[in-house]
């Protein structure tokens, strides 16, 4: 990206601008609704908190590491007309439960792929540049995570915290190929500008660690079904 393209980013940005709000002019109910259908998650009965309001909820999350989840819920103002004001607790819980994590999947495959192609990238040489980076993140020590996910161990000692590995993939608009042997079509004064763009992935992950998660040492989420959500939207709000 030239610097006139990204001064002309900055002086559209509105720091005043609600985040949620913001997202809520590219995050189509009408796809939630089709990713739940697809995943097979549905409301049996009328709830004041529909499995579409509860997708606002996980994206709520990821931006809000510090708030319970009801207050999150009654901050969105996600819940049906009801006898009471507020939602309690319990019923924020069992409906994160419900919706489960196949149709928040769904929603950030699609919603990915719809933004992706709607957004004209800059490319270099003809090329789309993407990095490819992995990540580790701790989980609570609960039975059910140290039985899916194996600790690192260090001189024999396991680690404290069961791990969570993910490999991501991030348009970059930058990234420097290895391959790139033709000196004609990839100038090498070029190249090595490009490398040092290849870090953006890795202050994705610092923004995650540190700004969304508040730099806690565990994942916000418990069990293993819940944790996937948060963490899957975190990366994809970064990406947004």
Sequence with gaps: MHIGQALDLVSRYDSLRNPLTSLGDYLDPELISRCLAESGTVTLRKRRLPLEMMVWCIVGMA???KEPLHQIVNRLDIMLPGNRPFVAPSAVIQARQ???????RRVFTKTAQLW????????WCGLTLLAIDGVFWRTPDTPENDAAFPRQTHAGNPALYPQVK???QMELTSHLLTSMTDAMRFPGGEMADLYSHRWEIELGYREIKQ???LSRLTLRSKSRSLWSKSCGVSYWLINW
């Design 63 to 65: 931006l809000g590491r």
């Design 98 to 104: 419900r919706l489960g994590s196949e149709a928040v």
């Design 166 to 168: 993910m490999v991501c």
């Design 116 to 123: 992706h192609n709607a957004t004209p990238h800059p490319h």
């Design 211 to 213: 700004t969304m998660q």
